[in-house]
């Protein structure tokens, strides 16, 4: 992912942010605004690294997937939809309707 995603979703990203530096807070991460110097520099403070190391983590961190709760685009959903085939068993298709496994909402055979 690209720190554009993070910094547009920055309050989605909270957790995910929580989870990777356990150090961090989440009233100080609402103050850093989504600004990624100020990010930078807040983690190296509190996981007492070098800023050069806490770049690189962050670097590796911006490596993964964005998480699918927090971007909603349709090629990113798409994306995610095939990645998730290596789950499905052999002679499914990923994209496949999972209407067959009941309908509980208020709009009859909208296919959801």
Not at 6 to 31: G, H, Q, T
Not at 36 to 60: C, L, S
Not at 74 to 88: A, E, M, R, T
Request: proline share 4%.
């Amino acid at each position: 992912m690209k720190w554009v995603h993070v910094r547009d979703n920055w309050p989605a990203f909270f957790e995910a942010i929580v989870e990777k530096w356990p150090a961090a807070d989440e009233s100080d991460l609402e103050e850093i605004d989504g600004d990624q110097r100020a990010f930078i520099a807040y983690i190296a403070e509190v996981t007492g690294q070098e800023v050069d190391e806490t770049k690189d983590e962050i670097r590796e961190w911006l490596a993964g997937e964005i998480p699918a709760d927090i971007v909603m685009d349709p090629i990113h959903d798409n994306h995610s939809i095939k990645l998730s085939s290596k789950y499905v068993g052999e002679g499914e298709d990923e994209y496949d309707d999972d209407a067959r496994f009941g309908d509980d909402d208020e709009v009859p055979d909208d296919g959801d």
